[in-house]
């Protein structure tokens, strides 16, 4: 299984990517894990977490083909 | 006009004007609110803004544009159209990033009506925007 | 462009995309609040209006169009213009007959201010209509 | 000595007319008694007053020159 990570506004300035593809990972709690041990300096920025365009808090089962976004606060208008 | 919420780019007089025309067939409509939010020359630490990058996620633009004009539906029932554009990309200082277009039977919904829509664009449209200072630098917002 | 506050028949699209060019250039601007007040086809005991044809005392209209702007203007510090157009004579069912332009530095006080603008202008603008129905007969309002 | 007084909305159509000259009249309230005898029916109507474009309840001594409007509630937008 596979699943879809999107980085947003400065968070894809400081990952130095758009967006990464994570294998057999269970928990959104462990997807996290992951990516802080990718990107370490991303803790550093607040930012929300949406899975399926779905913002979250929770711990969630993900599944093959879900897209998770990483949110920094939006600045439109 | 094939606009739904994004377009790249500044949002020009011709889109403007297009929604303005478009609105003036409609003989029961009494009042159109229109905001337009506009790109400033800001000063930070004696850097001018020359311009600004939005970058969208456009998947849940759409999304959440769809779900801002159904509440400013069923909560103002004089309110027959919502459109909302949002620029994606670099908008120059003195340009259009944002077009909110309320029309209704009578004014006092319309204003109101798009006071509350600009307001919800704020809050949940997850647009970013990256200022570019006149030296090329950058900050973001 | 050279209308104070009347113009003969509708607010034409080219009045107002004007307006928006003209706006557009100030880079200290963040925010337009437009409104439009449009010709509705209302129905009275089964009578359809198909135009207004508005009078107006034009020399007052301009002494209280001018007080206008300059209350709003000193009662929202951030508003930078304001601009109003009312139509005299015949405008037709789904025509503008008035347009009310309000730049600012942010998006509240253009907003607010607009609405307010559009509350003064209704109160004191002397302005009358005539509706008149799709038998020609008519209805002062 | 003359004044002129214009008639607005409907007033003009129940006078018939959108203006009329009157001479030699004093004060506001000798104008206004004048005014509805050449026109009865406007009494029936609401209207304010103004002198020189500033609307007055007063009754104020009127000069040569002075344009007087009679009208009815604003209605425009």
């Known amino acids: 299984m596979e699943v879809k990570v999107l980085f947003f506004g400065v968070l894809a300035e400081v990952s130095g990517t758009y967006?990464?593809?994570?294998r057999e990972v269970k928990l959104l709690s462990d997807l996290k894990h992951r990516i802080s041990d990718d990107?370490?300096?991303?803790?550093?920025?607040?930012?929300?977490?949406?899975?399926?365009?779905?913002?979250?808090?929770?711990?969630?089962?993900?599944?093959?083909?879900?897209?998770?976004?990483?949110?920094?606060?939006?600045s439109g208008g | 006009m094939e606009i739904r919420y994004l377009t790249?780019?500044?949002v020009s007089a011709k889109?403007?004007?297009?929604f303005v025309e478009k609105s003036a067939r409609k003989t029961d409509l009494g009042g159109h609110s229109i905001f337009l939010g506009q790109v400033?020359?800001?000063?930070?630490?004696?850097?001018?803004?020359?311009?600004?990058?939005?970058?969208?996620?456009?998947?849940m633009v759409d999304i959440e544009a769809e779900k801002i004009k159904k509440f400013i539906l069923s909560e103002f029932s004089d309110v027959n159209a919502v459109d909302i554009v949002h620029s994606t990309g670099i908008v120059?200082?003195?340009?259009?990033?944002?077009?909110?277009f309320v029309s209704a039977g009578h004014r006092h919904q319309a204003m109101q009506a798009c006071t509350r829509a600009v307001e919800l664009i704020k809050e949940n449209l997850p647009v970013w925007k990256k200022e570019i200072f006149e030296d090329d630098s950058h900050h973001w917002k």
Chains 1, 4 share one sequence.
């Not at chain 2, 889109?15 to 297009?18: P, V």
């Not at chain 2, 120059?92 to 077009?99: D, H």
């Open chain 2, 40 to 59: 400033r020359a800001d000063e930070t630490d004696g850097k001018k803004v020359r311009a600004i990058e939005y970058s969208a996620y456009a998947e």
């Open chain 2, 92 to 100: 120059r200082a003195g340009e259009i990033s944002l077009l909110v």
């Open chain 2, 15 to 18: 889109i403007i004007s297009d």
């Open chain 1, 19 to 22: 967006f990464k593809h994570y």
């Open chain 1, 39 to 74: 990107f370490p300096e991303i803790v550093h920025y607040s930012f929300r977490i949406s899975v399926n365009n779905e913002i979250t808090d929770n711990d969630i089962l993900l599944k093959s083909g879900d897209e998770i976004a990483l949110m920094p606060p939006f």
């Open chain 2, 8 to 10: 790249e780019g500044p």
